[in-house]
């Protein structure tokens, strides 16, 4: 979209299947790096990123070319199978169906 000026901060929040504590601080730093690579693909950016034991805060300037679903199915999926792949818990981990997105601006 040439010309095209946009401010757009979207706060996404998302939560571990069940609620788990799965999210050790042990992995919390690759894990924030991992996320932040898949948001800079997408050609967004991160603006800040907080994982708890159960549930994860991403600030994203968000362009106007990608819906928030899109962008938050690919860093939910992308990151479960990043976790998974490092057998980083016992178990399959998942993240909980759904999120929460809450638009900020700037003064």
């Known amino acids: 979209m040439p010309n095209t000026y946009s401010q757009i901060y979207i706060q996404i929040v998302f939560a571990v299947k069940g ?3 799965l999210i ?6 690759e894990l924030h790096k991992y996320i932040t690579g898949i948001v800079q693909n997408r ?3 991160m603006l800040s990123i907080f994982c708890m ?9 968000l362009k106007p070319t990608i819906s928030i679903s899109d962008l938050t199915r690919d860093i939910k999926a992308g990151s ?3 976790m998974n792949d490092n057998h980083w818990v016992k178990s399959k981990f998942n993240w909980q169906e759904g999120f929460g997105a809450f638009s900020y601006s700037r003064s």
């Open 19 to 21: 609620r788990e504590n």
């Open 24 to 29: 050790s601080k042990l992995h919390r730093e």
């Open 43 to 45: 050609e967004q950016k």
């Open 53 to 61: 034991p159960d549930h994860t805060h991403l600030l994203v300037g």
């Open 80 to 82: 479960s199978k990043f």
